[in-house]
């Protein structure tokens, strides 16, 4: 069974729903850029996420997860703006 | 101890501004104010909670004689690097969105008059007779 202290659970409860309310917006957005601006946050949240679950759980592991997936996430990221301007690779 | 409270500080600063971006993300207007929230207050959301990390790091590698995690300096450095990987990475991303949403033509809401209009208009022309 995994412990995590009340103060980090409280954190994490608050991310999970800012998370919440950013998948509203990529449900309901009206346009494109609308859904990727709500995945752009989910992401960063996430991100922020992992370290404070790293740490509450004692594992540096997670840290390095998060590390890597900033950078796939920034990727992704500029990669789907380039799709919407419509450039060319 | 005192230290303790400047941590449970940075913890709520950082919860407070990341449910902002929630906030701000459903009730904001058009694409560019949304981006204005969601990028800005998690970027100075996570700066705090991040440094809360690492100064819980760093305060049991220097104080504790027996530290809770095995090796707390790893921890804080890598923290520290996740933390600047936010923060190379955010802000151009969404510079970067920003820049393709003015390109694939969504206006700014109640916007009267579009200054960057003209002069990507004027860019794609040329870029296209210079093609041609």
């Not at chain 2, 941590?7 to 919860?15: C, D, E, P, S, W």
């Not at chain 2, 904001?28 to 204005?36: A, E, I, K, N, S």
């Not at chain 2, 929230?37 to 991040?50: E, L, N, W």
């Not at chain 2, 104080?63 to 923290?79: E, G, K, M, R, Y």
Request: proline share 4%.
């Amino acid at each position: 069974m995994i412990e995590i202290p009340t103060v980090y659970l409280a954190v994490l409860a608050a991310l999970f729903l800012s998370v919440l309310m950013a998948m509203i917006r990529v449900i309901k957005g009206p346009t494109a850029p609308d859904r990727i601006v709500g995945l752009d946050t989910i992401n960063t949240i996430v991100i922020v996420g992992m370290v404070i679950f790293g740490f509450a759980v004692k594992s540096v592991i997670y840290i390095d997860v998060a590390i890597v997936y900033a950078f796939l996430s920034f990727i992704s990221t500029l990669f789907i703006a380039k799709y919407l301007e419509g450039g060319e690779f | 101890m005192w230290f303790d409270y400047l941590i449970y500080v940075f913890l709520g600063v950082g919860v407070f501004f990341n449910l902002l971006a929630g906030v701000g993300l459903l009730r904001f207007p058009d694409v560019y104010t949304r981006l204005h929230a969601g990028t800005k207050c998690t970027t100075f959301g996570s700066i705090f909670i991040v440094g809360s990390v690492i100064l819980l790091g760093l305060k049991m590698w220097i104080f504790d004689t027996n530290p809770a995690v095995n090796s707390p300096d790893v921890l804080a450095i890598h923290a520290a690097i996740a933390l600047v990987a936010i923060l190379l990475t955010n802000p151009t991303g969404a510079h970067a969105l920003a820049r393709a949403a003015h390109r694939s033509g969504v206006k700014p809401a109640q916007a009267i008059v579009d200054d960057l209009d003209k002069k990507t208009v004027k860019k794609k022309k040329t870029s296209k007779k210079g093609e041609k």
